[in-house]
């Protein structure tokens, strides 16, 4: 690597526009398993807990970060339950259905009201889920009738016999959770899910044809699944799905991780964009294998809605997957949000997975609830960026790490000394800094944050602005704060990792300390 005073340099290209930053970027994923909702979420028994056993402190540190929409019930969580079990009065759902992957019993009380609810209070929208395991395309449909019905029908009367006359006007549906895949109960091939897909986009739409509608894609891993989904629900879904979990023991190579991503999201798009050119005509697999050409009115966009740091915990025993972040992992979370707000003309809705305990923002105990390190990173995201983002060039030192291809479960840190693994992507040219510029015409403000990617060295960097115009004496510096990579904030020190803000001489150079995340807000014409 580079020797100790390199310099590098940041060029933003305010004309080149990337895209909004609006819509359901900063969602948040509550899952019946594990200690999520349950004992997470939702505690009768905490004396953090309202009447309604809503944890106050949970729901208080989701409030801070602007929780854009909820995913709810799964993940696999989503194939243990009927829709018909998550409503109406809790005395007369069942007690708690088992969640058989890890053992855990899972009431039911926290259902789809109070999730409805929940969201009323985050000022967030309703994503649910629907179970493609047990659930024909009718149960959908008739989900879709009970939740948005208007008129005197059975379902839409269900719900007033429930107690609720106005409709819950719920628009975002997932069909179905990595339905490809031998852990999720009802694994399909493809051709079985295109066509339960079509069958229940059908009569869903119906029912409501405003609701959206997300196809479970598989990504990189097995791109004919996408594929074939794509060209047999081309004109019916919305959204295509894409999950990936990163993360590895060692710092540089955790700076790596969202190279892997950026290579998924490449190949879904090229997916999309086959299946728009094979449908639409230019190809003669169209009228082969489809007769004919179904309407399309929109290219699909992409719904990434599990990803998070995840390596270390399996799902063994109720307690499962509580991951336990550090700082290092903030910074890894950091650069998937970049990657993320510099792709929102494709990617539509983005959630973290998950909200509580199971790889969480938060943990908790039964009288404690700690903001996990990630945490800090989606609040510096939420209050910082904002309007569009615009395009940034680096010239900053190289250096070499590797990563999996995919979420290959837990990582072994034995095994993760081993360089020659066929499972893991090398890469000689990975940046030292993480750049992501946005610009609110509206505030007249432009906030650039920075990863500055080296463990060990500052990073002095000169900062060049190309048809935007930064003013004033002064910037605004946010930073995320911790001693070392390795720091974590736990139930009995939950103050390690947090937020400094100050106000610094505006110059037109920056100097970023040693693994860090930083966000400069400079006002400008
Ligand atoms: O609990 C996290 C799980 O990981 C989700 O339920 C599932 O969708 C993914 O495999």
């Known amino acids: ?6 310099m590098a340099e940041i060029i933003v290209l305010g004309r080149n526009v990337l895209g909004p930053i609006e819509g359901l970027l900063f969602g948040q994923f509550f899952e019946l398993g594990g200690r999520c909702v349950n004992n997470g979420v939702f505690e009768p028994d905490s004396p953090r807990s309202r009447q309604d056993g809503v944890r106050t402190d949970v729901l208080e540190a989701l409030q801070e970060l602007k929780v854009t929409h909820l995913r709810y019930p799964g993940g696999c969580g989503a194939s ?7 409503v109406g009065p809790v005395a007369e759902r069942p007690r708690a259905k088992l969640y058989r992957m890890t053992g855990a019993s899972q009431s039911t009380a926290f259902g789809i009201p109070e999730a409805y609810d929940y969201c009323q209070e985050l000022g967030a929208e309703f994503y649910l889920v629907v179970n493609a395991h047990v659930e024909s395309p009718d149960d959908a449909a008739n989900l879709v009738e009970y939740l948005n019905g208007t008129t005197p029908t059975r379902y839409a009367d269900l719900r007033r016999a429930h107690g609720r006359e106005a409709p819950y006007n719920v628009k975002i549906f997932g069909l179905g959770n990595e339905i490809y895949g031998d852990w999720q109960n009802g694994q399909m091939t493809a051709e079985e899910y295109g066509r339960w897909f079509r069958q229940a986009a059908i009569q869903m739409k119906r029912v409501d044809p405003t609701i959206k509608l997300i196809a479970c894609g598989a990504g990189r891993v097995n791109p004919e699944w996408d594929r074939t989904v794509l060209f047999e629900t ?8 894409m999950h990936n979990y990163v993360g590895r023991p060692g710092f540089r190579d955790c700076m790596a991780a969202c190279r892997v991503l950026e290579e998924m999201l490449a190949a879904v798009n090229v997916a999309i964009d086959e299946a728009m050119d094979t449908t639409l005509g230019a190809h003669p697999r169209t009228r082969r294998e489809l007769g004919e050409v179904p309407q399309v009115d929109k290219r699909p966009t992409i719904a990434f809605d599990e990803w998070n740091v995840w ?3 399996p799902h063994t025993g109720p307690a499962g997957v509580e991951e336990k972040y550090d700082y290092t992992d903030a910074l890894t979370i950091a650069t998937i949000f970049h990657f993320i707000l510099r792709n929102t003309k494709t990617i ?12 969480g923002h938060l943990f908790t105990d039964s009288e404690r609830c700690v903001r996990q390190t990630t945490w800090y990173t989606q609040k510096l995201m939420v209050d910082h960026h904002r309007g569009s983002v615009v395009d940034s060039a680096v010239d900053a030192p190289l250096f070499s790490a590797k990563h999996e291809r995919f979420f290959c479960g837990i990582v072994d840190p034995e095994k993760a000394k081993d360089e020659n693994l066929p499972t893991l992507l090398h890469y000689d040219d990975i940046p030292a800094l993480d750049v992501l510029v946005s610009i609110d015409r509206e505030s007249k403000t432009a906030c650039m944050s920075v990863v500055q990617k080296l463990e060990e060295q500052p990073l002095t960097v000169a900062l060049t602005f190309c ?6 004496d002064t910037i605004e510096v946010a930073r995320l704060t911790g001693e070392s990579p390795a720091a974590r904030n736990t139930l009995d020190e939950p103050h390690n990792v947090g937020i400094t803000t100050e106000t610094a001489p505006r110059t037109n150079t920056f100097t970023f300390p040693p693994a860090s995340l930083t966000f400069l807000t400079f006002n400008i014409e």
Do not use: C
């Not at 690597?1 to 390199?6: I, L, R, T, V």
């Open 1 to 6: 690597m580079s020797d100790q005073n390199e």
């Open 311 to 313: 390596y270390r915990e």
């Open 80 to 86: 243990y339950f009927k829709w018909e079990e998550l």
């Open 467 to 472: 048809s935007l115009q930064p003013t004033g």
């Open 234 to 241: 081309l004109g019916y879904l919305d959204m295509i799905s």
């Open 348 to 359: 539509e809705l983005s959630n973290i997975s998950l909200a509580v305990n199971l790889i």
